[in-house]
């Protein structure tokens, strides 16, 4: 139930409580769970009662274990309950949540939607598309990451009404020190080899500035596609970069920091971000971005923080590369952007509040 009695110190209040299903791991380290961990957090320091069920793996194209998974947590779920349902999982479990919609309070927490995933066929992006948009008209509330995303789903017909922006916070860090060279740049990437990354593409923007002294760092998932990471370490093979650039696999926060601290330019070339959450790490590190004007990054990076550039194209990205590699005093002027920018970052705390207030309001709305 979204509401339940209980005594503390002698008191009887109310406490709020939901249910948070996410696909596969919670400790997952992407940008996706990350987020997911940190508003559970949040509610939790809010004194939300928040159980967190797992679906299984395989989302957003589950197997018929995760099938069957889902089916037992969404059945064992009591009546009324308040259900936030990560997005991989939501958009792909339409006929689950068509059937449960009179029994339960379903709140989709949507990071981008699934089929703007890069490396789909068409027919699998019709799918998802089909399955999403029916998913989420059972939805009471859709919580986004972004104004990006909220506008994507004008077309899956989700009301404005329903949706709440509560984008991803940023805990201050310190500012990077670089690598202290002007001439031997150190370039980060930080995100999992997937092909909407688009790590592909920057080792071949990459390649034609062998003549630059430049390294290239990249952290991230080597498994979540390891055929992607696969034709990376070939591509990196090709061209004869090896060392140049280096796939470091995937690193807790005790490895990237230093990663972080020694880079002089944060690279992230993606064919879509629902947010961006690496961007604003690294922005609240005072690094300047190049990235692209994919989704949500134009919102997250602005204009004199970062240079963006048009998805898929190896060309601009190559150029985009040269002159920050060539040009000290531009990246000297981005730097001081990024340092305004991690002023105005949103905070975690803020994030979990607006989480929280849309996810009460569904509790009071029929709730018991």
């Known amino acids: 139930m979204g509401r339940l009695r209980r005594r503390l110190a002698g008191e009887t209040v109310t406490a709020l409580r939901c249910s948070f299903l996410v696909p596969g791991e919670l400790g997952t380290r992407t940008g996706g769970y990350s987020y997911d961990r940190r508003i559970i957090e949040g509610l939790r320091a809010l004194r939300w009662q928040v159980d967190v069920h797992s679906l299984g793996e395989g989302y957003p194209m589950p197997g018929t274990d995760a099938i069957a998974q889902t089916k037992r947590v969404v059945e064992a779920l009591p009546d009324h309950s308040c259900v936030v349902v990560d997005g991989l999982a939501f958009g792909a479990m339409a006929e689950m949540a068509q059937r449960h919609a009179q029994r339960l309070r379903w709140i989709a927490l949507v990071h981008h939607p699934l089929a703007l995933e890069t490396g789909l066929s068409a027919a699998q992006k019709r799918a998802l598309f089909d399955s999403e948009k029916r998913a989420l008209a059972t939805a009471r509330c859709v919580i986004v990451t972004s104004p990006s995303t ?219």
């Open 150 to 368: 909220a506008r994507a789903l004008a077309g899956f017909d989700v009301p404005a009404s329903h949706i709440v922006v509560a984008e991803p916070g940023t805990d201050p860090a310190p500012l990077a020190t670089g690598s202290g060279a002007d001439d031997a740049l150190s370039l980060l990437c930080v995100a999992s080899v997937t092909p909407r990354k688009g790590h592909r593409l920057l080792v071949e923007a990459l390649a034609g500035l062998k003549d630059r002294r430049w390294t290239l760092r990249c952290a991230g998932s080597l498994t979540m596609d390891a055929a992607c990471a696969r034709e990376v370490d070939a591509a990196i093979e090709r061209h004869g970069l090896r060392g140049r650039v280096v796939l470091h696999g995937e690193l807790d926060e005790a490895g990237l920091q230093p990663l972080y601290a020694g880079s002089d330019l944060f690279v992230l070339p993606s064919f879509h971000e629902g947010y961006g959450m690496a961007l604003a790490e690294a922005l609240a590190r005072g690094i300047p971005v190049l990235g692209t004007t994919a989704g949500a990054i134009p919102d997250t990076v602005p204009a004199d923080a970062g240079v963006l550039v048009a998805p898929g194209d190896a060309a601009a990205l190559r150029a985009a590369l040269q002159r920050l590699l060539d040009d000290p005093a531009s990246r000297a002027r981005l730097a001081e952007g990024a340092w305004t920018a991690r002023l105005r970052l949103p905070t975690w705390a803020g994030s979990a509040m607006r989480v929280a207030a849309a996810l009460g309001e569904q509790t009071r709305i029929g709730g018991r």
